[in-house]
Nanobody, 125 residues
Framework: QVQLVESGGGLVQAGGSLRLSCVAS????????MGWFRQAPGKGREFVAT????????YYADSVKGRFTISRDNTKNTVYLQMNSLKPEDTAVYYC??????????????????WGQGTQVTVSS
């Protein structure tokens, strides 16, 4: 099991940027596919981005493609989500998640084994 702790959320104006970080405990981080999801009030959890174990392959939801970038540093057990050109509709709690032992990136929340507690991102208009 991996424990995940997100940080970097906050309040930002539309058009601004934020960088989220997610630090993983344990020695299995480099063997996990990592993902970012978000959940807005009254809505279900939504896929945002995913990255494979080496960081060589990424995939994004259409709603964030071209604005968000996922990356990872396996030496620091950390995955990042750089968010640019933020919009009010990006307002949500953002969660990172780990899919242990997988070699294939996935957009499905049910495929992820471990989840962080979430960090709030609020974008004002």
């Amino acid at each position: 099991q991996v424990q995940l702790v997100e940080s970097g959320g906050g309040l930002v104006q539309a058009g601004g940027s934020l960088r989220l970080s997610c630090v993983a405990s344990g020695r299995t981080f480099s063997s996990a596919v990592m993902g970012w999801f978000r959940q807005a009030p009254g809505k279900g959890r939504e896929f945002v981005a995913t990255i494979n174990r080496s960081g060589s392959n990424t995939y994004y939801a259409d709603s964030v493609k071209g604005r968000f970038t996922i990356s990872r540093d396996n030496t620091k057990n950390t995955v990042y989500l750089q968010m640019n050109s933020l919009k009010p509709e990006d307002t949500a709690v953002y969660y990172c998640a780990a899919n242990q032992g997988s070699v294939i990136i996935t957009v499905w929340a049910r495929d992820y084994d471990d989840w962080g507690q979430g960090t709030q991102v609020t974008v004002s208009s």
